[in-house]
C-alpha cells in the first residue's frame, strides 16, 4: 500500500537533510522523541541534531532566522505549527524574504520554505483552522504551494529551494493521514498522470478519455473531495469530470491548465478558503481572459462561507467546503441548474 | 525587584475551606472527563488540560472581582471554572451541545463571556489585556486586567510590546505566569534564555516568583500583589512554579518517565488526600460524581445551534 502524506513528507525532510548539508530545519517541539505537532518531522532531529532545531515559540523571529540563513547561503525550512501563526510571520515574509531576491538591484538567491499545516475539518476552532494561502497571493518574488497526494513532496520541496526564491507549502492537516496515490492509479476508474513542463499538474481523467464536460482546478487539499465528487458524478450522472491539481499556486501556470479547460469549455475551481482576492479567483480572471471565446459557461468558483471556522463538527461542516458544495458547482455549470 | 516565595512543599497543605477543595476537586475531575472521552474518541479537535495547575486560579479566585477582566488561553478550562463555576456551559462548548457558552462555535480554547476571554493564539492577548487595562485605569480605577500565559509564551514579541506599554503607561496589567517547566514538549530551559523575573526587570516591572503549590499559600502571597495592582495602577508579573501533571493536549506526553514522576510528586491533589483522607475523601467522590452527571446530562443534549444574527 502506498505511503501516507505524512511519510511522504516526512521521508523528504529526511532526503533533503541527508542531500543537503546546507539545510536546517526549524520550528516550534521539532525535535524528538515528539517530532512535531503533526510528527511530519519525526526522526530528523535524531539524525541532525545540529540541523533540526526545535525553537522558542517566536513565529516572526524563527522565519526572520531562516531568512538570514538563506541570506548567508544556506537553506532553511521552517515548520509553521498551525498555518494560522503564520501571521506572526508576516512581516518578515513580505518585507525582507520575498523582497530580499530583488531589492538589492542585484539577484540574492535566498532558499527558504516556510511549511504551514492549514485547512480545517478537523474541529480545531477558529484560531487553527484557516486556510491563509490567499494572503500571501501576489506577493512579488514569493512562490505558494500546496501539498497534494499526487506529488512527491521531496521533489516539491527540492524545486522550491533551487528556485532561490522563498516559498510557501501549505499542507492541509486532513491529508496527513491519507495515502499518496501511485502508478498513475486512482481507482478502478480513473487514473492520474503529472502534466506541463516540469510535471507540476496532476491530471485526474477518466482511464483513456480525453472528453470531459467539466474541469474541476483544485489545490491539493481538496484534491480528494474533488475526485470523489468526480466519482459520483460518474456513476450517478454520468458527468464526465477531469481534476486538475497543481502543487505551484503561485505563480500561475496558466499553460498547463488552459488546454484542457478549453477542450471541455466549463471550469469549477475551488478552494477551502473564503472568496475574496484568492488564487482561485485569480486563476479565473487568465480563464476568462485567454478563454472567452471557448467557454461555454461562466467559470464557476467554490469557497468556504464568509465566516469564522466554529469548533463543534456539525457547525464547521455549514461552514468549510464540502464535496456537496463542488459537486452541485459542477452540475450548475455542466447543466444550468 | 524581584521577590521569591519559596515556601518548599509544606509537611501538610495547609486545610482548605470546602468550597476551596470542591472546586479544585470539580476542575480535576472535569479535566479527567474530557481526557477519558478524548480516549473514547467522544470528543472532536483538541483540548490542553490543567491537570496539577487548578489551585492557580482557585487561589485567584476571591482575589478577583467580577468587574476585573480575565484572559485566559489554551489551558483555560480551570480559569473558566473557577470564575464561573459552570461547568455545564464548558462541557457543552467542548462538546457542541445546547447550551454552550459560544454556541460551540470557540470550543476549548475561544471563550468570551462577560469579562472573560480566552484565545488560542499564543501572546497575543496580552496587548489587547493591556488595551483593556488602559480603558479600566480610566474610567474604573482600582480594577485590573489579568492575563493567563505560560511560560513557553514568553517567546513571543507581543508579550514584549504589551509589556512596555504597561510599564511607560503605569496600567492595571497582571500577568499571571503558570510556569510548569515545559512547553508543548519542549522544556523551558530549552526556549527561555535567562528568566521571567529578570526579562520583567528589564522593564522596570514588578515580579514575584511562587513555589508552592499550596492554595492557602498561594493565596496569601498574591493577595499584596493584586491590591498594589489596583492601588497603584502598575503592571506586575507573578510567577508560579507550577507542574503539568497531564499531557500538553489529548495524549502527547513525550516527557521521559522520572520527569512525569516528579510532576506527579509536586501534584496537590495527592498530597492532600493523604493530608486530610476523610475531608478529601468525602469531597473528592461528591465532584466525581457531580462531574459524571454533568458529562451525562449534556452529552444527552442535542447540538448545538448558531443563529444566522450571531454570525458576524
Ligand atoms: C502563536 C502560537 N504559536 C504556537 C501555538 C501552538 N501552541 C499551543 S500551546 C503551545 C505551548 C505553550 O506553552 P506555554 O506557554 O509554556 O503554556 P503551557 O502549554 O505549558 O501551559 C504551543 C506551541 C499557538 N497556540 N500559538
Not at chain 1, 471541455?264 to 472567452?292: K, M, N, P
Request: charged share 20%; aromatic share 6%.
Amino acid at each position: 500500500m502506498a505511503e501516507r502524506v505524512v511519510e511522504n513528507l516526512n521521508q523528504a525532510l529526511h532526503g533533503l537533510l541527508a542531500d543537503d548539508p546546507a539545510l536546517t530545519v526549524l520550528g516550534e517541539d521539532l525535535v524528538d522523541p515528539y517530532g512535531g505537532a503533526f510528527k511530519v518531522t519525526r526522526g530528523l532531529s535524531a539524525r541532525w541534531p545540529d540541523r533540526v532545531l526545535s525553537t522558542p515559540l517566536s513565529e516572526g523571529g524563527i522565519v526572520g532566522v531562516a531568512g538570514g540563513l538563506a541570506l548567508a547561503g544556506q537553506s532553511a525550512i521552517v515548520e509553521i505549527m498551525f498555518s494560522d501563526f503564520v501571521a506572526l510571520a508576516f512581516d518578515q515574509i513580505l518585507n525582507f524574504a520575498s523582497k530580499s531576491t530583488a531589492m538589492y538591484g542585484r539577484r540574492v538567491p535566498m532558499r527558504l520554505v516556510v511549511r504551514c499545516p492549514s485547512g480545517g475539518n478537523r474541529g480545531y476552532g477558529p484560531t487553527h483552522s484557516q486556510s491563509p494561502l490567499k494572503h500571501f497571493v501576489g506577493i512579488p518574488g514569493l512562490s505558494l504551494h500546496e501539498v497534494s497526494p499526487f506529488h512527491d513532496n521531496r521533489a516539491v520541496l527540492a524545486g522550491m529551494l533551487a528556485t532561490g526564491r522563498p516559498g510557501l507549502l501549505f499542507e492541509d492537516k486532513v491529508l496527513y493521514t491519507n495515502r499518496m496515490y501511485a502508478d498513475g492509479v486512482v481507482d478502478e476508474l480513473f487514473r492520474y498522470d503529472l502534466i506541463g513542463p516540469d510535471a507540476d499538474v496532476a491530471r485526474v481523467r477518466v482511464d483513456e478519455e480525453e472528453q470531459a464536460d467539466c474541469v474541476l482546478v483544485v489545490p491539493g487539499g481538496l484534491a480528494a473531495r474533488a475526485v470523489a465528487v468526480a466519482r459520483e458524478l460518474l456513476l450517478r450522472d454520468d458527468i464526465v469530470c477531469q481534476v486538475l491539481v497543481p502543487s505551484r499556486l503561485w505563480p500561475l501556470d496558466a499553460d498547463t491548465l488552459l488546454p484542457p479547460i478549453a477542450r471541455a469549455g466549463r471550469v469549477v475551481v475551488a478552494e477551502e478558503s473564503t472568496a475574496g482576492g484568492t488564487w482561485g479567483a485569480e486563476l479565473a480572471q487568465v480563464v476568462h481572459r485567454r478563454l472567452w471565446g471557448a467557454l461555454r459557461a461562466p467559470v464557476r468558483l467554490v469557497h468556504s462561507a464568509d465566516s469564522v471556522i466554529p469548533t463543534a463538527a456539525h457547525l464547521e461542516r455549514t461552514v468549510l467546503v464540502q464535496d456537496t458544495d463542488i459537486r452541485q458547482a459542477v452540475k450548475e455549470v455542466v447543466s444550468g441548474d | 525587584m524581584t521577590a521569591t516565595r519559596t515556601e518548599a512543599p509544606p509537611i501538610a497543605p495547609t486545610r482548605l475551606a470546602a468550597t476551596d477543595l470542591d472546586l479544585l476537586l470539580l476542575i480535576r475531575h472535569f479535566e479527567l472527563a474530557l481526557l477519558d472521552m478524548f480516549g473514547r474518541g467522544e470528543l472532536n479537535g483538541t483540548t490542553h488540560t490543567c491537570l496539577g495547575q487548578e489551585y492557580v486560579p482557585v487561589a485567584l479566585r476571591p482575589l478577583l472581582g467580577d468587574d476585573d477582566f480575565v484572559f485566559s488561553n489554551h489551558r483555560g478550562h480551570g480559569h473558566y471554572l473557577a470564575r464561573f463555576n459552570d461547568p455545564h456551559g464548558l462541557l457543552a462548548e467542548v462538546m457542541g451541545r445546547e447550551g454552550a457558552v459560544c454556541q460551540g462555535v470557540g470550543g476549548s480554547q475561544h471563550i468570551l463571556r462577560d469579562r472573560y476571554l480566552s484565545t488560542g493564539v499564543q501572546g497575543e492577548s496580552v496587548p489587547v489585556a493591556a488595551g483593556v487595562a488602559l480603558h479600566l485605569k480610566r474610567t474604573e480605577p482600582g480594577r485590573l486586567a489579568l492575563v493567563y500565559l505560560g511560560d513557553g509564551t514568553w517567546g513571543e514579541g507581543a508579550v514584549y510590546e504589551a509589556l512596555n506599554m504597561a510599564a511607560l503607561w503605569g496600567l492595571p496589567l497582571l500577568l499571571v505566569v503558570e510556569n510548569n517547566g515545559i512547553a508543548q514538549s519542549t522544556p523551558t530551559v530549552a526556549q527561555l534564555a535567562g528568566s521571567i523575573g529578570g526579562r520583567a526587570r528589564a522593564f522596570g516591572v514588578d515580579h514575584l516568583r511562587v513555589t508552592s503549590t499550596d492554595t492557602e499559600v498561594v493565596r496569601a502571597a498574591l493577595t499584596p500583589v493584586l491590591r498594589r495592582v489596583r492601588e497603584r495602577s502598575t503592571p506586575y508579573v507573578v510567577e508560579l512554579l507550577t507542574h503539568r501533571v497531564g499531557p500538553h493536549s489529548k495524549g502527547d506526553d513525550s516527557r521521559r518517565p522520572e520527569e512525569i514522576a516528579y510532576a506527579r510528586a509536586h501534584d496537590w491533589y495527592a498530597r492532600y488526600a493523604q493530608a486530610y483522607p476523610e475531608q478529601f475523601g468525602v469531597h473528592d467522590e461528591r465532584q466525581r460524581a457531580y462531574v459524571a452527571q454533568v458529562v451525562a446530562d449534556v452529552a444527552g443534549r442535542p447540538a448545538s445551534d448558531w443563529a444566522e444574527a450571531d454570525r458576524g
